[in-house]
């Protein structure tokens, strides 16, 4: 089963880098990140019996109407066979998903782009449309109705990252209404953003990554040839020829997917298969940089960005169409604070999450390209306003939620029959230890012991309220002392599972479950699993494959810093990875709150996050030769070293990545 679980993993490991601020210890949380949730009736069916194929740009005007440009030549035969037919590439929606308006394509006096790619709608209602493909070297205005102003251009007269009349598979644009200056992210086979007079067309100036002029000889000179975007036709994407996560930056752009430009007049630039933002001032100065999920190939992780609602524009979500979620980041910090999405076509996932667009209330609007082949709208609200509840402080620290000892031992109920058990561990302080509770007809499984006999003879009473069936399994999920300490609690005759790297350390004869045992309980289905190595060298996890919950024992912790002192770091990742790929409704966590479900499915993937981003980090400061006891102080570990326990957690999680790097861990057994 080993080699089956690799088989099913893509390895990306996800990191964030950001340049220049140092461990900090616990951060404010006065600002939290807000809340998207998905529309799932928006937008309404297009009349027609249309389609749309490859949607590549989404905008939103002043009067909140959403417009997309989509790529009718990217559907497939069998896709507009019978009634069935391709909608114009520009789509104009009202604010309720009404489609109201509909035109492009070729016409008389201007130059339709191979690839359209990039819609943007500015404060005088002008109509901007890029194209993406390799002869397209042109960007094209129109009224809102349609009717063609101005090329920018001309296909198939490109000469590079440095002619300023033409353009190179343009991918996006913006209007600084201020200056009235249209600024171009230049693109697929440019490598710059390029500023043009949004009147005339006439050329400002132009710059490349960190400012500088671009030099297209760095990727002619290597034979390197970036991915071109989509056509209709499957596309193999091999990593990029010179780009290396652990090597330098970049000195150049790759692919420069979108432009955006801040209130405070800051420039943000996409720079998608170098996996990094970067910011400038107006005037392309540089100031500073960010790398998302740097271990990402191929399409790259950072496609396009939108801001938050409020003046300050306090945090901005950056889409990430390989590894298809949606970073929110604060954009002071640079930070990523939260993530929501992932891979699929329901509603609220993604196949291919190519640009955003904001409203003027914040709700996000975010195209997809391969098959994805549509726009999402997601509803913003700002932390706390959702349904009218009280902010949700994102923590594993009772106390910063205002509870006390007195609102514990909590049972809840997760499904029919399913429950979790909170309680507070005297070994643990302010942080809960969490069991699972599988209530059958032929009798109870627990996950894990509480950490004291007392506090045991509390999870088996709440088990006696729900119903008189005794206890009959108890899986040991992890070996630590705040898992098994209360395990004589248990009565006579309870059958105890067990990995057997933990069994010695366990006061209680164990079954072995080396790999994968299943459980059939008056009905129920109880997959015992070890998913890999991770908190420990014998993690076992709970799983209800009907009711779609996983117990993760200390393989996920809500909120606090990854525990790594017994751990094994890029295994770990793995593990994680490997339980997503079970799509669980519930991650329950062996600590930390057992929040709602999505609140959880996002925190499991921070979780993993904050284990690459410790990983990278530890690679980083390993391979310049730092010292383990001077690496805490030297790591970048935001925004995790906000998280509970963080100070006390961080050194040994770098001592154990140092013993990875180092080939000092013990080998699986």
């Known amino acids: 089963m080993r080699n089956a679980w690799s088989a099913l993993v893509v390895a990306i490991v996800l990191t964030t880098t950001v340049v220049g601020r140092p461990f900090q210890g616990r951060q404010r949380e006065a600002e939290r990140p807000p809340v998207y949730t998905v529309d799932p009736a928006w937008p309404k069916p297009l009349p027609n019996h249309w389609l749309v194929g490859a949607v590549a740009g989404v905008a939103v005007d002043a009067r909140d109407h959403v417009w997309i440009t989509h790529r009718p030549s990217t559907l497939q035969p069998n896709e507009t066979r019978a009634i069935w037919k391709a909608a114009p590439p520009v789509l104009e929606f009202d604010a309720d998903g009404t489609l109201v308006s509909s035109w492009g394509g070729p016409g008389a006096g201007y130059e339709w782009p191979q690839l359209e790619h990039g819609i943007y709608v500015d404060p005088h209602d002008r109509v901007w449309i890029g194209g993406g493909g390799d002869k397209d070297a042109q960007i094209l205005e129109f009224t809102r109705d349609g009717k063609f102003l101005l090329q920018i251009g001309h296909q198939g007269k490109g000469r590079g990252s440095n002619d ?94 979108a432009v955006r430009i801040a209130n405070d007049g800051l420039v943000y630039v996409c720079d998608r298969t170098n996996d990094r933002l970067q910011v400038f001032r107006k005037d392309g100065t540089f100031v500073r940089e960010v790398f998302i999920a740097k271990r990402t190939f191929g399409s790259g992780s950072v496609w396009d960005l939108a801001f938050s609602p409020d003046p300050q524009q306090t945090f901005m979500a950056v889409i ?40 003027s209330r914040g709700d996000l609007f975010i195209t997809e390209t391969y098959e994805g082949k549509r726009v999402q709208k997601f509803r ?54 969490n069991n699972l509770i599988v209530v059958t007809t032929d009798g109870v499984l627990v996950a894990e012991s509480q950490g004291t006999v007392e506090n045991t003879k509390r999870l088996l009473a709440e088990i006696a309220k729900l119903t008189p069936q005794p206890v009959k399994y108890v899986v040991v999920g992890s070996e630590h002392g705040d898992h098994t300490g209360g395990i004589g609690a248990f009565p006579p005759g309870v059958t105890y599972f067990a990995h057997p790297f933990s069994a010695p350390r366990i006061k209680q004869p164990t079954q072995p479950v080396a790999d994968k045992k299943v459980l059939q309980m008056g009905g129920t289905e109880i997959q015992i699993l070890f998913l890999g190595r991770a908190h420990t060298g014998g993690d076992l996890e709970v799983y209800l494959p009907r009711e779609r919950v996983l117990f993760m024992s200390e393989a996920f912790i809500n909120r606090i810093f990854p525990s790594m002192a017994n751990g094994y770091p890029s295994e770990w990742v793995e593990v994680l990875k490997r339980a997503e790929q079970l799509a669980p409704t519930w ?23 904050a284990i690459e981003k410790i990983v990278a980090e530890g690679r980083r400061l390993h391979d310049a030769g730092t010292p383990i006891e001077a690496a805490a102080a030297g790591a970048r570990l935001e925004p995790y070293d906000g998280w509970t326990r963080a100070a006390n957690n961080a050194p040994a999680a770098l001592q154990r990545v140092y013993l990875e790097l180092d080939g000092k861990l013990p080998p699986m057994r």
Not at 320 to 342: A, C, H, K, M, P
Not at 407 to 433: M, S
């Open 587 to 609: 991650f329950v966590p062996a600590h930390g709150f057992v929040d709602d479900a999505p609140v959880l499915r996002e925190e499991e993937r921070n979780y993993r996050m």
């Open 380 to 433: 913003y609200a700002a932390a706390g306003a959702q349904s009218g509840r009280a902010p949700l402080v994102r923590t594993g620290d009772y106390t910063e939620r205002g509870l006390t000892p007195a609102d514990f031992p909590r049972v809840r109920k997760l499904a029919d029959n399913v429950y979790t058990f909170e309680q507070i561990d005297p070994t643990k302080r302010v942080v809960t230890v």
């Open 320 to 359: 990430d169409g390989t590894n298809q979620q949606v970073y929110v980041l604060r954009r002071e910090s640079l930070e990523i604070v939260d993530t929501f999405g992932g891979g699929g076509h329901w509603a609220g996932q993604f196949y291919g999450a190519h640009n955003i667009a904001a409203n």
């Open 164 to 257: 300023t009349e033409n353009l190179g598979g343009a991918a996006s644009m913006i209007v600084d209404p201020a200056a009235n200056e249209l600024y171009v992210a230049d693109g697929y086979v440019n490598h710059r953003v390029i500023v043009f007079d949004a009147q005339s067309g006439a050329y400002k100036r132009h710059w490349g990554a960190y400012g500088k002029r671009p030099d297209d000889s760095y990727f002619t000179n290597a034979g390197e040839r970036l991915p071109s975007p989509f056509s209709g036709a499957v596309q193999h994407e091999n990593k990029p020829s010179q780009y290396d996560p652990d090597g330098p930056p970049p000195p150049q752009f790759r692919i420069v997917h």
